[in-house]
């Protein structure tokens, strides 16, 4: 029994952790062009509904998890595209 209540703690955990609902993108996960060329794409077509195109150069990679993650639920991106359009930005940030 007691084990029982041990892993259903560690499966509810693990659901709140890695659940749907937070656009919780920390660092860069995607490196591969494919990804990256996604996330240009939404990039271009959710990100100037509200303002112009902000220019990728603005932020730095820190500076973009933030602003992002401000962003990111104005534009109705789901965790995935979130992801895919900050590592598209921090790939292009860089002179
Ligand atoms: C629903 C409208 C809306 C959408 C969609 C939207 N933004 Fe914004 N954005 C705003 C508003 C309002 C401000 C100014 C107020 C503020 O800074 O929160 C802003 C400000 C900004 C700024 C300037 C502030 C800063 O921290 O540099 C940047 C950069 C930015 N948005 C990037 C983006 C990106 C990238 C996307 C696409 C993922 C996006 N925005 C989508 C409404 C929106």
């Not at 609902?21 to 794409?41: D, F, H, I, N, R």
């Not at 595209?81 to 860089?94: F, G, R």
Request: aromatic share 6%; with cysteine.
């Amino acid at each position: 029994m007691k084990k029982l209540i041990v892993s259903a703690i560690g499966c509810c955990a693990l659901l709140v952790s890695c659940g749907p609902k937070s656009t919780a993108v920390t660092g860069p996960k995607y490196t591969s062009s494919e990804q990256l060329a996604q996330g240009k794409t939404i990039f271009e077509n959710s990100c100037n509904k509200c303002h112009a195109l902000p220019n990728p150069e603005k932020h730095d990679d820190e500076g973009w998890l933030k602003t992002l993650s401000r962003m990111a639920p104005k534009a109705k991106l789901n965790e995935e595209q979130h992801q895919m359009v900050y590592d598209y930005l921090i790939s292009v940030n860089k002179k």
